[in-house]
């Protein structure tokens, strides 16, 4: 398998899900990205943690789909939040001023369940 | 008959048939069975624009009988000569158009009231017809001369563009651009960039005299002098004084070329030139805008020119501002010039890379209004030295790697990987080197989304070089979209959450948070940016 693939496998339950992400945030990842959401909505989380510790780039229109994905959660009256990023993207959603809307975790979250409910792949997967 | 053209002024002056000039052509025709026969029929009479018969047929109220008509005429005397009894003028719509000349009647009777009516309703029909068939020919020798016209201004278009440079010099530090806007009866503007030895740049700028195809010729010949004689010396001033040589023989009358040479040493920003009537070029240094003045005589008007030379140096951060008069000569709907002053205004503003260059076609648009008919060919040619990252000293750079990548959706992240690896030997730290890797693929995206939009076939070039304080990326594309718009709306997370913004747009806002300085040029076919990063923090 490709491993700049994006792919974003939902688990969780109604009080919170986790989006783990795989692959490249960019552009392709555009369709997985939305359907991740509609599945973590449809779990009914109030909040959703995106995982970003096996994302290796992410991009502009990576940083838009997060955007998207931000309104789309408040419009819904969900939180969002962000683990396992490296430093340098962490600065990225500093400087973009992400940070002020999604909690940013330096550590993996406690307290959120595991286990794969569904994986949604980026575009040709 | 006799016929007159239109329009006026060319009714009296200059005649189509070969007459003398001041004079109209004029041929006298018989009707059969009413007039002497003679050997020719058609009898050539010059009416002189000022002859007294002109003004008489003007206002005459029928035929006109010659023997009777008391005037001090050549025309009439050359009338008589020419065996024409009778006069009758043609007017349409009020102007004299033409006459038609009768000699004697065969009876040798004179002509009669009925003669004389019948006349005067056949010339009341003809004039008419007569002057719808002027019309129709002066509108079609109109057309055969515009296309003719519009044919030399392609000739010469084409034979300006061949000699305009296909793309800028590459060097580091430097941000260079160039403009030519041809003026719709294109002229002789042109300008070059030349190698020289020791890695300095020869830089001419010039303007023919003249519009059109012969502008065009003279302009391609003294593009070649001056190249072939760059290769002979490194002095502007000699350079130009034997150009001139070249060209005063050949020059053709009434032509002559202005010209500015510069050679430019990019390493210590020294510039030295020499000007042939000329516009000087402006400066822009910390102290303010000055000009670097030189003076000498226009190439091709005289033999044994000296051109005395100057110099200065372009400190980092100033830049340097070469154009031809189409600019400044530039006139607004109020027939207000844009002048000297509004340019040396407009140059004091620091401006990054092409920016100063846009700005000034900005400005210039501004002030003339959307209706302007470019009156003189434009040509701008800006040099910047990068300031902040390169201060006082400019290194020698290294070539680290260049290649080129199709244009295709998704090749951001090969030209990111293939730059990552070019620098892997630096020893960059690890987050340095990540923001050069982010900006790279973001101006990369942009270069494939806009530059080549999106099509495979047109490549995208990119090249990686070093000094010992900075890594600088280039990354130039096809410009298919047009140059990335300087003023895009800066992203607000803000405004993007309650929808008043696009999600997208970050682009340009990553780049120039990730690097310590971008620089777009474009020549008008392509377009680069060009990233700098210093490589210690700090440095």
Redesign the interface.
């Known amino acids: 398998m490709d491993p700049?693939e994006f792919s974003a496998a939902v688990t969780g339950t109604a009080d919170a899900a986790r989006i783990h992400c795989t692959g490249?945030l960019?552009?392709?990842a555009d369709g997985a990205m939305e359907t991740a959401y509609a599945e973590a909505a449809a779990l009914g989380a109030h909040q959703i943690t995106l995982e970003f510790e096996d994302v290796g780039?992410i991009?502009?229109?990576g940083?838009?789909?997060i955007?998207?994905l931000?309104?789309s959660a408040?419009a819904d009256d969900r939180t969002v939040r962000a683990v396992g990023l490296?430093?340098?993207y962490r600065?990225?959603f500093d400087?973009?001023?992400?940070s002020?809307?999604m909690e940013i975790l330096t550590d993996a979250p406690v307290g959120v369940p595991t286990g794969a409910a569904a994986t949604t792949g980026g575009e040709g997967a | 008959m006799t016929e007159l053209t239109r329009p006026k002024r060319r009714l009296f002056g200059r005649g189509s048939a070969s007459p003398e000039p001041g004079q109209v052509p004029v041929s006298a025709s018989f009707v059969t069975g009413q007039v002497r026969p003679t050997d020719d029929p058609f009898v050539a009479v010059q009416i002189a624009e000022s002859d007294p018969l002109l003004a008489y047929l003007q206002t005459a109220s029928g035929p006109v009988e010659l023997a009777r008509l008391e005037l001090d005429s050549q025309a009439v005397r050359e009338l008589r000569e020419a065996g024409i009894a009778l006069v009758v003028p043609l007017v349409s719509q009020g102007e004299l158009i033409g006459t038609l000349n009768l000699g004697p009647r065969l009876s040798e009777q004179e002509y009669s009231t009925d003669d004389r009516r019948l006349l005067t309703t056949l010339a009341a029909q003809a004039a008419p017809a007569i002057r719808v068939a002027q019309l129709v020919r002066e509108q079609a020798h109109e057309a055969a001369e515009r296309e003719r016209l519009e044919q030399e201004m392609r000739v010469a278009t084409l034979i300006q563009q061949q000699f305009l440079p296909r793309e800028l010099p590459n060097l580091p530090q430097w941000q260079i651009a160039a403009y030519y806007g041809p003026a719709r009866a294109v002229g002789g503007d042109f300008y070059d960039f030349i190698e020289m030895p020791g890695g300095r740049i020869g830089i001419a700028v010039g303007d023919v005299t003249d519009k059109g195809v012969p502008a065009a010729l003279v302009m391609a010949r003294t593009h070649s002098v001056l190249r072939a004689e760059a290769s002979r010396s490194d002095s502007p001033g000699e350079i130009l004084a034997r150009a001139n040589a070249l060209l005063v023989p050949e020059m053709p009358a009434r032509m002559f070329v202005t010209c500015l040479f510069a050679v430019l040493d990019p390493v210590t920003g020294r510039i030295v030139l020499a000007n042939a009537g000329h516009n000087l070029p402006y400066v822009r240094t910390a102290e303010g805008v000055v000009e670097l003045r030189a003076t000498g005589m226009p190439l091709g008007l005289l033999p044994d020119i000296r051109y005395q030379e100057t110099e200065g140096i372009i400190d980092p951060g100033s830049s340097m501002l070469l154009y031809s008069d189409g600019l400044v000569e530039a006139h607004d709907p109020a027939n207000q010039m844009y002048g000297f002053p509004r340019l040396a205004t407009e140059m004091a503003v620091d401006d990054a890379g092409s920016e100063l260059l846009d700005r000034l076609l900005d400005t210039l648009h501004a002030f003339t209004g959307p209706d302007w008919e470019q009156e003189d060919d434009i040509t701008l040619v800006t040099l910047r030295r990068a300031s902040g990252v390169a201060d006082a000293t400019v290194h020698a750079s290294t070539l680290l790697t260049q290649f080129s990548v199709p244009g295709e959706?998704?090749n951001?992240?090969l030209v990111?990987d293939r730059v990552a690896a070019a620098v892997a030997d630096l020893g960059l730290e690890p987050?340095r080197l990540?923001?050069l890797k982010?900006a790279v693929?973001?101006a990369a995206?942009n270069a494939i989304e806009y530059g080549s939009q999106g099509r495979p076939d047109i490549a995208v070039e990119v090249s990686v070089e070093t000094t010992p304080r900075a890594v600088v990326v280039r990354i130039t594309d096809q410009a298919l979209s047009g140059p990335v718009p300087s003023d895009a709306e800066a992203?607000d997370?803000?405004a993007?959450?309650a929808?008043l913004q696009?999600?997208?747009?970050?682009?340009l806002?990553?780049i120039r948070?990730m690097v310590d300085e971008m620089d777009v040029t474009t020549d008008g076919t392509s377009q680069t940016v060009t990233l700098t990063l210093v490589r210690e923090e700090g440095a």
């Open positions: 700049t490249d960019n552009v392709r780039y991009n502009s229109t940083i838009a789909l955007v998207r931000l309104t408040r490296t430093d340098h600065h990225l400087i973009t001023r992400l002020d809307y | 959706e998704g951001e992240r990111m987050a990540e923001r982010t693929s973001e995206m992203p997370i803000d993007k959450l929808g696009k999600p997208r747009g970050w682009g806002f990553l948070a």
